[in-house]
């Protein structure tokens, strides 16, 4: 959803979240997130790496951006549109090259 558009206390699936439209919300549903609460607390990086491990597939990196707003909603902050993050998600993590990271037990395909 355009985050111009989120209604904080409407949010009440994965589309009502900043950013998210059916393929974002697909991303999710295939690491096995069903509902934006199960989304409070966990680590967009391990989310990223956990959705390109699960599609042998290096995603782009605006692909951690949106994830990034996603769980700053969650923690908040009023939304902001996935790009506000590009800044922060290149001094953060760096480049987002090489090989794809080793699945991780904890993220992927959550609550399976």
């Not at 597939?57 to 692909?63: Q, S, W």
Request: proline residues 10%; glycine residues 8%.
């Amino acid at each position: 959803m355009h985050p111009a558009k989120v209604v904080r206390d409407k949010v009440r699936v994965l589309t009502d979240l900043p950013n998210i439209g059916p393929a974002a919300a697909r991303d999710y549903e295939r690491l096995g997130y069903r509902e934006p609460g199960q989304l409070r607390g966990v680590d967009p990086l391990e989310l990223y790496q956990a959705l390109c491990v699960a599609t042998a597939t290096r995603h782009d990196p605006c692909v951690l951006d949106v994830f990034m707003s996603v769980a700053d909603f969650l923690d908040g902050a009023e939304p902001a549109a996935w790009w506000h993050y590009t800044a922060q998600r290149k001094q953060r993590y760096g480049q987002l090259d090489g090989p794809l990271p080793p699945a991780s037990p904890g993220t992927r395909e959550h609550g399976r």
